[in-house]
């Protein structure tokens, strides 16, 4: 079965760029879609098919995906994006990464 | 803006059925445009796609559940269930119902969550 791999942890201080990857066989040639999950809340799509971004979502909030990784890129980053972030795919089914804990420090 | 909202019991026993029901509200889910499905999320643990089901009926499972999965449709009631047969510990979870248009689509709405906890 296809396997997505995220970083546990990302930290990053307030106003700078964070970047989560997500790492895939070939994943390049998959849509990659990301959410936000905070604490007791479902996850919210931020991100859908690589790079769009659903309506409402900061324009700081961005993705790119080439090769065996996709990127969400996170720039300016706020207090209120500290979330954990899940990367998906399709494969013959339907498979989320572990999950990355973002911490703004 | 469609809404789903699961319901069921919070505590089911060892070796029992889970069920649980998402109702749709905002849309119908006999929508050509729509598959509806199930995600889990143990605690403090990831996510983890359950199965979907298109009003049609069809349905597509996690090959890890798949022997113990039901996923049903009920267009009168703009509802569908889930049903996962001998839970153990393992299976406790917050269980979500979300949306996705057809393809290869992410899931754009989502319940709120419900926490079933497998106990004596």
């Known amino acids: 079965s296809y396997v997505l791999t995220q970083p546990p942890s990302v930290s990053v201080a307030p106003g700078k760029t964070a970047r989560i990857t997500c790492g895939g066989n070939n994943i390049g040639s998959k849509s990659v879609h990301w959410y936000q999950q905070k604490p007791g809340q479902a996850p919210v799509l931020v991100i859908y098919y690589d790079s769009d971004r659903p309506s409402g979502i900061p324009e700081r909030f961005s993705g790119s995906n080439s090769g065996n990784t996709a990127t969400l890129t996170i720039s300016r980053v706020e207090a209120g994006d500290e979330a954990d972030y899940y990367c998906?795919?399709?494969?013959?089914?339907?498979?989320f990464g572990g999950g990355t804990k973002l911490t703004v420090l | 803006q469609l809404q789903l909202q699961e319901s069921g019991p919070g505590l089911v026993k060892p070796s029992e059925t889970l069920s649980l029901t998402c109702t749709v509200s905002?849309?119908?889910?006999?929508?050509?445009?729509?598959?509806w499905g199930w995600i889990r999320q143990p605690p403090g643990k990831g996510l983890e796609w359950i199965g979907s089901i298109y009003y049609s009926g069809s349905t597509y499972y996690n090959p890890s559940l798949k022997s113990r999965v039901t996923i049903s449709v009920d267009t009168s009631k703009n509802q569908f269930s889930l049903k996962l047969s001998s839970v153990t510990a393992a299976d406790t979870a917050v269980y979500y119902c979300?949306?996705?248009?057809?393809?290869?689509?992410?899931?754009?709405?989502w319940g709120q969550g419900t926490l079933v906890t497998v106990s004596s």
């Open positions: 979300a949306s996705r248009i057809v393809g290869a689509a992410p899931f754009d709405y």
């Open positions: 998906q795919v399709w494969d013959s089914s339907s498979v």
């Open positions: 905002g849309g119908s889910i006999s929508s050509s445009s729509y598959y």
